[in-house]
């Protein structure tokens, strides 16, 4: 779910940190917590909740809500340097920098990046267990820092950096029909579409089917950032104004190779493409049955009207087979259409990955609403961000990295 944004000050009192810390992690919490406020308040550590998913699951999840900072400035250091040895004395603080990990001491916090600063004392007004959050960090005068901060269950922090960025991306091996609905496609927004779809190998890009993007100014529900649409044997992929809204404030995957937040909200969508694939296909076989069962009434009922005027009697009684064939293959039709119905509802994929996860809960809060999101969610994310699926929902990702999802699609 997606609240209204807020004032930094009404933020920051509406997250608690006029109270104490959920537990005592020191001998004084609540006189370390008063002290904390004063200087998040100063700092104006603006935090505005804009995705989608407002309660907070249980165990290791990855949080799609974004948070709009106020940008940081040097002239931020000290205060922030104070704010974060008051949250060492009761979390402690791993740091990942280009892949090298160490645990950082009270004295070397005022070394500290200005982006991990902030990204730590974010870490303590949001204080959400198991939470891992990619977030922009906006420096004044430069561009944003993308940081991934991990909560763990003992209340510790692991912040991840890089200093170097991978640079180049494969060719798609799919590249969509880009049309336009009610809003039209802007390069910025192809060249995101196009990203997601080179993070798809060919066996996964030739599930889609020529299924179309389609650009749409908002859907009836404004949190919605992109919807997968089937009717049919027909299916499309909307993509709203809301998609690309997230994009300047978090993104998804590993800092030194971040995407654009868009990027799983499209993942998101082809996984719900991917999973009714046997539906889609079976749609279309239903539609070509349904085609031929349509052209043979109407010869039918040509012949049967040369047979009345003709007075044929051979020829009524040869069509009389006929009638009783045709009535035949409708209720073949009428019991492949429930079947099909079925499959929309539950399909080959979506059980294949229930037997797969067990009673796993979902990646993400809005995953664990149904079935069919939690497959959507664990999908745009082992496409995305292989490292939070694999720590969130282990056993979602071994059966993606076995090809559990495309064996399942396959399946007609």
């Not at 990619?134 to 005068?141: C, E, N, R, S």
């Not at 950096?161 to 091996?173: E, F, I, S």
């Not at 009836?220 to 809301?242: F, H, P, S, T």
């Not at 997230?246 to 990027?263: I, K």
Request: proline share 6%.
């Amino acid at each position: 779910m997606i609240s209204s944004w807020r004032s930094d000050m009404a933020a920051a009192s509406k997250l608690g940190l006029d109270s104490c810390p959920h537990a005592p992690r020191s001998s004084s919490p609540c006189r370390g917590a008063k002290q904390l406020k004063k200087t998040f308040i100063a700092l104006k550590v603006g935090i505005i909740l804009a995705g989608c998913g407002a309660s907070q699951p249980k165990g290791p999840y990855y949080e799609t809500q974004a948070f709009k900072l106020d940008s940081v400035s040097p002239a931020d250091r000290p205060k922030l340097v104070q704010a974060a040895k008051v949250i060492l004395r009761t979390r402690s603080l791993m740091l990942i920098s280009d892949g090298q990990r160490r645990r950082v001491t009270q004295t070397q916090i005022a070394q500290l990046p200005l982006a991990v600063l902030k990204a730590f004392a974010l870490s303590e007004a949001i204080d959400r267990s198991g939470a891992e959050m990619d977030v922009l960090i906006p420096l004044a005068g430069q561009e944003k820092v993308p940081v991934t901060i991990i909560m763990q269950a003992d209340g510790g922090v692991t912040i991840s950096t890089a200093t170097k960025r991978v640079l180049g991306t494969r060719q798609p091996a799919y590249i969509p029909r880009f049309r336009n609905g009610d809003a039209q496609w802007s390069n910025s927004h192809r060249q995101a579409l196009r990203l997601s779809m080179s993070l798809l190998p060919k066996t996964e890009a030739s599930l889609l089917e020529e299924i179309p993007l389609t650009r749409y100014q908002s859907a009836r529900d404004k949190r919605k950032g992109a919807v997968y649409l089937q009717k049919g044997c027909k299916a499309e992929i909307r993509v709203y104004n809301r998609a690309f809204e997230m994009d300047g404030l978090q993104f998804v995957g590993p800092p030194n190779r971040p995407y654009p937040a868009s990027v799983r909200t499209v993942l998101h969508e082809v996984g719900h493409a991917i999973h009714s694939r046997p539906s889609r296909m079976a749609a279309c076989q239903l539609h070509a049955q349904q085609q031929r069962l349509r052209t043979r009434i109407k010869t039918y009922n040509r012949r049967l009207a040369i047979a009345r005027k003709r007075n044929d009697r051979q020829l009524a009684k040869r069509l009389a087979g006929e009638s009783r064939s045709i009535g035949k293959a409708r209720q073949k039709l009428k019991r492949l259409a429930q079947a099909v119905e079925s499959l929309v509802e539950r399909g080959p994929v979506l059980e294949a990955y229930r037997a797969a996860i067990g009673k796993s809960p979902a990646p993400t809060a809005y995953g664990r609403s149904s079935l069919k999101e939690s497959f959507a969610e664990a999908f745009a994310l082992f496409r995305s961000d292989q490292a939070a699926l694999k720590r969130t929902m282990p056993r979602a990702h071994r059966w993606f990295s076995s090809g559990g999802h495309l064996r399942a699609a396959q399946t007609n």
